[in-house]
């Protein structure tokens, strides 16, 4: 019976090129972003607050980030009646808004990305943008 497991994680160099393809992303749309990475267990390896990017959404972009890691789905995937719930359970650790992506290569999840400060729409497009420059699974 084995008691280890071999898993996959993010390297420092992939989370770098998803932080750089995410601020690209967001400078080319012209809406700055609060940006966070997580590992599959929602400890965060990166976080960056782009100049002009609300500061109140640092905080929501690592809830949301935390939640798609979590969840292994999008962040406003959760049910609608769970959202609130979840959220207050929580203190604020889960939320069902939209800019959380999980993060996944070859099928394996490693983590969480969480974008804020745009509109939910703005936010999901530049987590896409994290996960392309790595080649990461679309969510």
Known sequence: MPFTETT????DEG???????????????GQPQCIVI???SGVVLSAFRMN??????????TAKARTAASIGA?????PDHAKLPLAAATRG???????????RSAGV????????????EQDEEVARAALAAIGADAA
């Open 8 to 11: 996959a994680k993010l390297t």
């Open 15 to 29: 989370v770098l090129a998803m932080l750089q393809g995410a601020i690209d992303a967001a400078k080319a749309s």
């Open 38 to 40: 997580v590992d599959q």
């Open 52 to 61: 002009g990017s609300r500061y109140l959404s640092l905080k929501s972009a």
């Open 74 to 78: 999008p962040s406003h995937s959760l």
């Open 93 to 103: 650790e889960v939320t069902g808004l939209r800019g959380g992506l999980p993060i």
């Open 109 to 120: 999840l490693l983590g969480g990305i969480g974008v804020g400060s745009g509109s939910g």
